[in-house]
């Protein structure tokens, strides 16, 4: 569609103490597109995007709604003016119910001050209507799933008139089904004629949904182009600067002896319903294997069970050839020889506030030489730190710096450093890539194949497909609690999907 | 971004992050910072308090500060004899606060709210007091060191039931130290009241005394006009530890990983619910030691009508807030407190300048308000720096 862009943004400079975020940026917004903005981890595009919606004043530049130079000095402005932002941590009132909370602060009232808690809900059933929405106005905040939480945030910008959308990581936080839906509400709100900004670093994304991309990398834009012609590798190349492999070169594994068996586990979760439904597999040394399928499906609870963090009902852990029933976290790391990458870094993998000497000693802090008798000796924790930190090429902070300094990616690579300087003989990684960038992904992966050339287990749990099969030697799927399928990497993406979905020769036969 | 700040081009570093290594300390200068601000208000909103009752605050503020003996410090400076009597009073004061706001600063390092320093300090002064009154047969260091034992236990038991009852049923530490200071008050009235076991007389309700040798030496001042006894150094003492448990053992670093992040610290290996148990018993013990070391020191009996208005164990929760749960910050907060409770008691304060009366509520007032604004700490800071604090937290939400 022609005509002057909705949005330009010219030459916006971002300055903070020591750092030039945003670097002469220019940007323009067509009428009904969807504009990706990618670029790695603080290339600048969430501080761009706080100088588009008010929150920032930009240094230089100017910026341009259909034509015109407008200041922006606050979040008001921006609404007011028609752009709508859809930030990763959602802004909802979780006692109150969707329409409540899509109508705050601009509330249809009754004799001037009750709220109108019916025309509200029409409202908003008028909106998500328009819009092909499913959502119930009446339901609380609270009580709605993670993705319909997300369109209540779009509903609201819509309500407030927005024309323009902004779309902080949407998919951050979202189910692959989730993130799905939401795709397809974007091409409806496309073809209603509203333009959207997507801010991610995921390429996948970008090409299927986007219509131009931009890339920011460190501040400055890169390039932009169309979607036509992309491809992962050239954007991946465009945002990191250089070549990326997607698919990290693995040798043919070598698989030894079984390090790792499980036998007929049954795992309930704190609601007492049973998550793992009687799985059984072994993991030997030098091999990888995957576990795919979709989010809640048992993975989380078999990889608690194994970690000693949930007991399961029934069933057998071996590992060494010992059998561990009821085993605490403790014994399954110091005992039985287990390094746990947990699928949530910030609520189990690390103490934001310890400093990461502390952090990398999570474990290690109860064995000499880190204690003696229970006296503990920091200066071993630094020692440890400043060795492990250059290893695993942690960087942006040192020994004494709080874990909450980094980056996502510069977490993740401390909880590696923690867990395979340990010598684990078994190493659980689940989702070891998740919320990363693909420079630190193509880092983890690396380092994943390389501890299993070490002769090392490794049972990947992962909810990407990609990673999947970038990764796994063996795959097994797990579906409704049971392991339903076993397929050696070669299998079809089609027969694995189906496979997640429960759809397998052995579940038809049931 | 300029040539020289940026990271190589392969690194998915962002820039904030190079400011890493200075965290930890300006997080630190900012509790400084808040606690300096939060007395500050709390003294000016009490000036204003005095302005109202129609007094000069300035010339009140004075006679508070000559009142509480802070000026023996000051070589040459006013009455010597006066400001060393004054001094040593504080002290006194300074050193059950000293305790008892590590006895909350500890279980909040574990992430739990002790308010059951009054009932373990309780348990303390109680056990002091039965063993201190009998068995004066014993040479006395050795009875000191026994009745001193005794209250750390006391208190340590009384203290561990609450994390004991967190550890196996839930339940809160906040509910079960309330109850269990009800617990312990009623106690101390039965054990010390009229035809209680360890009263002294029928006709009054008050304690056994304790014997002569179990009193603590003072080292400073009169014994007769309670002097300041070694206690003060006993608590000094329990500076170091507490600073020693939680930053050179492995109990401590398991109570503060669990006091952050109760999950990782399970994931980690470490049993959460004995690190409860655990953090509160030694929270108790602090509290036992100050009631046992009030009782040796200058109390040596105790009146049942003091025990309901005894507030020394709760001063200690404003203690940990203002000292934000450091060892040197309990020190400086306990011996702010501690002065101004002798600054505007009725024996230091010149009734012509301010009402003594008046006084002791003003003291209230600057630690209730020193109380409310530290817990309101986000609000100062927001105040106070909320440019700076917003764009760091944007900056960090972009990495």
Same mark, same amino acid.
């Given at each position: 569609?022609?005509?002057?862009?909705?949005?330009?943004?010219?030459?916006?400079?971002?300055?903070?103490?020591?750092?030039?975020?945003?670097?002469?940026?220019?940007?323009?917004?067509?009428?009904?597109?969807?504009?990706?903005?990618?670029?790695?981890?603080?290339?600048?595009?969430?501080?761009?995007?706080?100088?588009?919606?008010?929150?920032?004043?930009?240094?230089?530049?100017?910026?341009?709604?259909?034509?015109?130079?407008?200041?922006?000095?606050?979040?008001?402005?921006?609404?007011?003016?028609?752009?709508?932002?859809?930030?990763?941590?959602?802004?909802?009132?979780?006692?109150?119910?969707?329409?409540?909370?899509?109508?705050?602060?601009?509330?249809?009232?009754?004799?001037?001050?009750?709220?109108?808690?019916?025309?509200?809900?029409?409202?908003?059933?008028?909106?998500?209507?328009?819009?092909?929405?499913?959502?119930?106005?009446?339901?609380?905040?609270?009580?709605?799933?993670?993705?319909?939480?997300?369109?209540?945030?779009?509903?609201?910008?819509?309500?407030?008139?927005?024309?323009?959308?902004?779309?902080?990581?949407?998919?951050?936080?979202?189910?692959?089904?989730?993130?799905?839906?939401?795709?397809?509400?974007?091409?409806?709100?496309?073809?209603?004629?509203?333009?959207?900004?997507?801010?991610?670093?995921?390429?996948?994304?970008?090409?299927?949904?986007?219509?131009?991309?931009?890339?920011?990398?460190?501040?400055?834009?890169?390039?932009?182009?169309?979607?036509?012609?992309?491809?992962?590798?050239?954007?991946?190349?465009?945002?990191?600067?250089?070549?990326?492999?997607?698919?990290?070169?693995?040798?043919?594994?070598?698989?030894?002896?079984?390090?790792?068996?499980?036998?007929?586990?049954?795992?309930?979760?704190?609601?007492?319903?049973?998550?793992?439904?009687?799985?059984?597999?072994?993991?030997?040394?030098?091999?990888?294997?995957?576990?795919?399928?979709?989010?809640?499906?048992?993975?989380?609870?078999?990889?608690?069970?194994?970690?000693?963090?949930?007991?399961?009902?029934?069933?057998?852990?071996?590992?060494?050839?010992?059998?561990?029933?009821?085993?605490?976290?403790?014994?399954?790391?110091?005992?039985?020889?287990?390094?746990?990458?947990?699928?949530?870094?910030?609520?189990?993998?690390?103490?934001?506030?310890?400093?990461?000497?502390?952090?990398?000693?999570?474990?290690?802090?109860?064995?000499?030489?880190?204690?003696?008798?229970?006296?503990?000796?920091?200066?071993?924790?630094?020692?440890?730190?400043?060795?492990?930190?250059?290893?695993?090429?942690?960087?942006?902070?040192?020994?004494?710096?709080?874990?909450?300094?980094?980056?996502?990616?510069?977490?993740?690579?401390?909880?590696?450093?923690?867990?395979?300087?340990?010598?684990?003989?078994?190493?659980?990684?689940?989702?070891?890539?998740?919320?990363?960038?693909?420079?630190?992904?193509?880092?983890?992966?690396?380092?994943?194949?390389?501890?299993?050339?070490?002769?090392?287990?490794?049972?990947?749990?992962?909810?990407?497909?990609?990673?999947?099969?970038?990764?796994?030697?063996?795959?097994?799927?797990?579906?409704?609690?049971?392991?339903?399928?076993?397929?050696?990497?070669?299998?079809?993406?089609?027969?694995?999907?189906?496979?997640?979905?429960?759809?397998?020769?052995?579940?038809?036969?049931? | 971004?300029?040539?020289?700040?940026?990271?190589?081009?392969?690194?998915?570093?962002?820039?904030?992050?190079?400011?890493?290594?200075?965290?930890?300390?300006?997080?630190?200068?900012?509790?400084?910072?808040?606690?300096?601000?939060? +007395? =500050?208000? *709390?003294?000016? &909103?009490?000036?204003?308090?005095? @302005?109202?009752?129609?007094?000069?605050?300035? %010339? $009140? /503020?004075?006679?508070?500060?000559?009142?509480?003996?802070?000026?023996?410090?000051?070589?040459?400076?006013?009455?010597?004899?006066?400001?060393?009597?004054?001094?040593?009073?504080?002290?006194?004061?300074?050193?059950?606060?000293?305790?008892?706001?590590?006895?909350?600063?500890?279980?909040?390092?574990?992430?739990?709210?002790?308010?059951?320093?009054?009932?373990?300090?309780?348990?303390?002064?109680?056990?002091?007091?039965?063993?201190?009154?009998?068995?004066?047969?014993?040479?006395?260091?050795?009875?000191?060191?026994?009745?001193?034992?005794?209250?750390?236990?006391?208190?340590?038991?009384?203290?561990?039931?609450?994390?004991?009852?967190?550890? +196996? =049923?839930? *339940?809160?530490? &906040?509910?079960?130290?309330?109850? @269990?200071?009800?617990?312990?008050?009623?106690? %101390? $009235? /039965?054990?010390?009241?009229?035809?209680?076991?360890?009263?002294?007389?029928?006709?009054?309700?008050?304690?056994?005394?304790?014997?002569?040798?179990?009193?603590?030496?003072?080292?400073?001042?009169?014994?007769?006009?309670?002097?300041?006894?070694?206690?003060?150094?006993?608590?000094?003492?329990?500076?170091?530890?507490?600073?020693?448990?939680?930053?050179?053992?492995?109990?401590?670093?398991?109570?503060?990983?669990?006091?952050?992040?109760?999950?990782?610290?399970?994931?980690?290996?470490?049993?959460?619910?004995?690190?409860?148990?655990?953090?509160?018993?030694?929270?108790?013990?602090?509290?036992?030691?100050?009631?046992?070391?009030?009782?040796?020191?200058?109390?040596?009996?105790?009146?049942?009508?003091?025990?309901?208005?005894?507030?020394?164990?709760?001063?200690?929760?404003?203690?940990?807030?203002?000292?934000?749960?450091?060892?040197?910050?309990?020190?400086?907060?306990?011996?702010?407190?501690?002065?101004?409770?002798?600054?505007?008691?009725?024996?230091?304060?010149?009734?012509?300048?301010?009402?003594?009366?008046?006084?002791?509520?003003?003291?209230?007032?600057?630690?209730?308000?020193?109380?409310?604004?530290?817990?309101?700490?986000?609000?100062?800071?927001?105040?106070?720096?909320?440019?700076?604090?917003?764009?760091?937290?944007?900056?960090?939400?972009?990495?």
């Amino acid at each position: 569609m022609e005509g002057p862009p909705v949005l330009e943004l010219r030459g916006i400079t971002k300055r903070f103490p020591g750092i030039v975020a945003n670097d002469h940026i220019d940007l323009d917004l067509r009428r009904g597109e969807v504009h990706a903005l990618l670029g790695e981890n603080g290339a600048g595009k969430s501080t761009l995007m706080n100088v588009l919606y008010g929150l920032y004043k930009h240094d230089e530049g100017e910026i341009l709604l259909n034509g015109e130079v407008v200041q922006l000095k606050s979040a008001k402005d921006a609404i007011d003016r028609g752009i709508g932002m859809v930030h990763q941590h959602f802004m909802l009132i979780p006692v109150m119910t969707v329409a409540e909370n899509i109508v705050l602060a601009n509330e249809p009232t009754r004799a001037g001050i009750f709220l109108d808690e019916d025309a509200a809900a029409a409202r908003v059933r008028e909106l998500a209507k328009t819009f092909k929405f499913e959502i119930d106005p009446n339901a609380l905040v609270a009580d709605i799933t993670v993705g319909q939480q997300q369109r209540v945030e779009i509903l609201k910008a819509l309500y407030r008139s927005a024309d323009i959308l902004i779309l902080d990581e949407p998919t951050a936080v979202l189910t692959p089904q989730e993130a799905l839906e939401l795709f397809e509400i974007l091409r409806i709100l496309r073809t209603e004629g509203m333009s959207i900004i997507f801010i991610t670093h995921k390429l996948n994304e970008v090409l299927e949904i986007a219509d131009r991309i931009s890339v920011l990398r460190r501040g400055k834009k890169v390039d932009t182009v169309a979607r036509e012609g992309a491809t992962e590798a050239g954007l991946a190349q465009l945002m990191v600067g250089r070549e990326v492999v997607f698919r990290v070169e693995k040798q043919v594994p070598k698989p030894g002896e079984a390090l790792l068996q499980v036998e007929d586990l049954h795992v309930f979760d704190d609601r007492e319903i049973e998550k793992v439904r009687g799985v059984s597999f072994e993991v030997h040394a030098g091999e990888i294997v995957g576990i795919a399928g979709v989010d809640n499906n048992g993975q989380s609870e078999l990889i608690d069970a194994l970690a000693g963090l949930r007991h399961a009902a029934s069933g057998t852990i071996t590992m060494g050839g010992k059998t561990f029933e009821k085993a605490t976290p403790k014994e399954m790391t110091d005992e039985a020889g287990l390094g746990h990458i947990p699928e949530d870094r910030h609520l189990r993998g690390l103490i934001l506030d310890f400093s990461l000497a502390e952090n990398l000693a999570l474990h290690d802090y109860r064995h000499r030489p880190d204690s003696k008798m229970g006296w503990l000796f920091p200066k071993h924790l630094i020692t440890r730190a400043q060795r492990l930190l250059p290893e695993f090429d942690v960087r942006g902070g040192g020994p004494l710096s709080p874990a909450s300094s980094l980056s996502g990616g510069n977490q993740q690579k401390v909880v590696l450093a923690r867990e395979i300087d340990r010598d684990p003989k078994v190493l659980i990684a689940a989702q070891p890539t998740r919320g990363l960038d693909v420079g630190a992904i193509e880092y983890v992966h690396r380092r994943l194949i390389a501890e299993r050339d070490e002769g090392r287990g490794i049972l990947l749990v992962s909810l990407e497909l990609d990673e999947i099969f970038a990764l796994a030697d063996r795959i097994l799927v797990m579906f409704e609690g049971e392991v339903v399928a076993e397929y050696s990497p070669d299998v079809s993406e089609n027969t694995l999907g189906l496979a997640m979905t429960g759809i397998t020769k052995d579940a038809a036969a049931k | 971004m300029s040539d020289a700040a940026a990271p190589p081009p392969d690194s998915g570093v962002p820039p904030v992050a190079q400011t890493g290594p200075d965290d930890k300390k300006r997080f630190n200068s900012q509790g400084l910072i808040v606690s300096i601000i939060t +007395t =500050t208000i *709390a003294f000016l &909103v009490g000036g204003l308090v005095v @302005l109202a009752t129609g007094h000069d605050p300035f %010339g $009140t /503020y004075r006679a508070i500060f000559n009142g509480t003996g802070v000026t023996w410090l000051i070589p040459g400076y006013g009455d010597r004899a006066a400001s060393a009597t004054n001094f040593q009073q504080t002290l006194l004061e300074t050193t059950p606060l000293i305790l008892c706001g590590l006895a909350v600063a500890f279980a909040f390092r574990c992430g739990m709210f002790n308010i059951g320093g009054q009932g373990q300090y309780f348990a303390g002064s109680y056990a002091a007091l039965i063993f201190g009154s009998y068995w004066g047969g014993i040479p006395g260091p050795a009875h000191i060191v026994l009745c001193i034992a005794l209250a750390i236990v006391a208190g340590a038991a009384w203290g561990g039931i609450a994390g004991f009852l967190k550890a +196996t =049923t839930g *339940a809160h530490e &906040v509910i079960s130290t309330i109850m @269990l200071n009800w617990i312990a008050i009623w106690i %101390g $009235t /039965y054990f010390f009241g009229l035809q209680g076991p360890f009263v002294s007389s029928q006709y009054s309700p008050i304690s056994n005394t304790i014997v002569g040798n179990v009193h603590l030496p003072v080292f400073w001042g009169d014994p007769v006009l309670q002097g300041l006894h070694i206690g003060f150094f006993i608590a000094i003492g329990a500076l170091v530890v507490f600073w020693a448990i939680l930053n050179r053992t492995t109990l401590g670093f398991e109570v503060r990983a669990v006091g952050f992040n109760p999950e990782a610290a399970r994931y980690s290996g470490i049993n959460v619910k004995r690190n409860y148990f655990l953090a509160m018993a030694i929270s108790g013990a602090f509290a036992g030691l100050a009631g046992g070391i009030d009782i040796l020191g200058w109390q040596f009996q105790i009146a049942t009508p003091d025990i309901l208005v005894s507030s020394v164990g709760f001063l200690g929760i404003a203690v940990a807030l203002l000292g934000r749960n450091s060892a040197i910050g309990v020190f400086f907060a306990a011996l702010l407190f501690g002065a101004l409770t002798v600054g505007t008691s009725s024996r230091q304060l010149d009734p012509s300048v301010f009402d003594p009366q008046l006084a002791g509520n003003l003291t209230l007032i600057i630690q209730g308000l020193v109380v409310l604004f530290v817990g309101a700490d986000l609000l100062v800071l927001s105040i106070w720096k909320s440019r700076k604090k917003l764009s760091f937290r944007r900056k960090a939400s972009e990495t």
